[in-house]
């Protein structure tokens, strides 16, 4: 028996956790965010603090005071017990390390309700991976969130063979309630939809221009005016930045390597990392 959602606790305060957080709250759910230290909530709190400014500056309905109220309704926790215990839906969006996430699962296991939904955030372990430590495989799956989810608003939701359907359900309408627009996976699938599509189109473009076939220009114009896509896999990567694919790549098979090779000596080292560095294929201002 699962019940409607009503509160949220979100682990890990970090650059999706507090995401994440913000918007459950803004959409007007009851929310919680808890990290593993006073430093770590510290750091939360700025993240939390940083997005209330963002959304008075991008959205229309953050005025008001909406998005200062959004920031101090979110209850911050070091105490994982305190912050779980009456949690309709916890979602986690701690470091990529299965590990961690499985050790987390098993106190969050003993520390929920029953009822509790468990979502996991993470973009490249499958749920199955972690479903044992939960103690609860039929309520818990996968929800992944895009990074500045107030405007990359998909959330791809992908359970287990043990999923309960009425769970996945109960998420996919949920992810609808807090303005994402869901994406059903009917089967586990590494890179969900979105990076299924988007990382062989950006390892396509790299493998033309590091071949020297065509430069990052030429490869993003070619993609625009031949699809209609308003960006380019440079333009892209550029959003992303260019430290992620470069460390991806140099723990990769020798092509990759070869990728990674020429990112860093015409890239890395230059201290072209995209757009948060003010250059990487393209400048800016
Ligand atoms: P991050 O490093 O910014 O944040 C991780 C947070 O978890 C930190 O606040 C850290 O203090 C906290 N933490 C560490 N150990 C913990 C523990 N044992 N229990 C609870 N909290 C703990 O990481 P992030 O980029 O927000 O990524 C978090 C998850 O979200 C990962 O699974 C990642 O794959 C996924 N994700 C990230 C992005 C992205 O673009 N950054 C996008 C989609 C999904």
Redesign the pocket.
Known sequence: MTIDIHRVTV?????????IAFQTAFSGFEVTA????D??LQ??RQ?IDNLAAIYREQLPDAGDGRAERTATSIALTSD?ARAVKDADLVI??????LA??Q??YRKLGEAAPERTIFA??????LPSAMKDSTGRPDKFLAL????QLWQQNTAEIMGTPDTDPTVFQKVVDFASKIGMVPIEIHKEKAGYVLNSLLVPLLNAGLTLAAGGYADPEAVDKTWRIGTGAPAGPFQILDV?GLA?PYNVFANGDEDAQKLAAWLKTNYIDKGKLGVATGEGFYKYS
């Open positions: 682990l890990g305060t970090g650059v999706l956790g507090s995401q808890y990290d593993i230290s430093a770590a750091a939360g993240h994982l986690e969006a701690i470091p990529e390390v961690i996430k050790e987390t996991t955030n993470s973009s490249t372990l992944h969130f895009a990074n992303i992620t």
